[in-house]
């Protein structure tokens, strides 16, 4: 199988993706990474995307990219309950509201799942059933996070474009 991957004097580009990444990911945010919006504009998203490339160099097996997710995370050690990103609202809220920096975790381990399927595509053209279905789990916290945000700080100014931009990353990951 051959891999896609970014020349590091480069970065991020169109021209070192997977075809199929290129053709399901047209959007230009996708290939920003100072869009912490896109799957690898957050400093977790571009970590996530640098790891993934090294363990794929080293020879990392696609059908395990999800023990790449569960080391990757595992190495964080923020703390997030294990399916604290499939929580049904209330058991979410409750954890959420014992600690200021829980929301931050939580983001932080979404954004790692949402940009390890989206990585997986980048570099091979594929994504795994079981990192679409968590990338998708992922989206819809982010975007349930997104709901909060918007009732605490009814400002924040890119709450729009947050949403938009996690129902463009999950409507890609539908059509896999």
Known sequence: ????????????ARETSHPRFVALAADDFYYDVGDDFSPFGSDDGNDTLSSLEDWYRDGGKTNKVAGFLKDLL????FGVPKSMHRAEAEAREKW?????????????????????????LKITGEVDPGMRDEALAAIACQLALNERARTLHPAWPHADENQARLTAMRAVLNTL
């Not at 199988?1 to 991020?12: I, K, V, Y």
């Not at 595992?74 to 050690?77: E, H, I, Q, T, Y």
């Not at 959420?96 to 997986?120: I, N, P, W, Y």
């Open 74 to 77: 595992a190495d964080w050690d």
């Open 96 to 120: 959420l509201a014992k600690d200021d920096m829980h929301e931050t975790c939580l983001q932080s381990e979404c954004r790692a799942r949402v940009a390890t399927a989206f990585g997986q």
């Open 1 to 12: 199988m051959t891999h896609h991957f970014d020349d590091p004097e480069e970065g991020l």
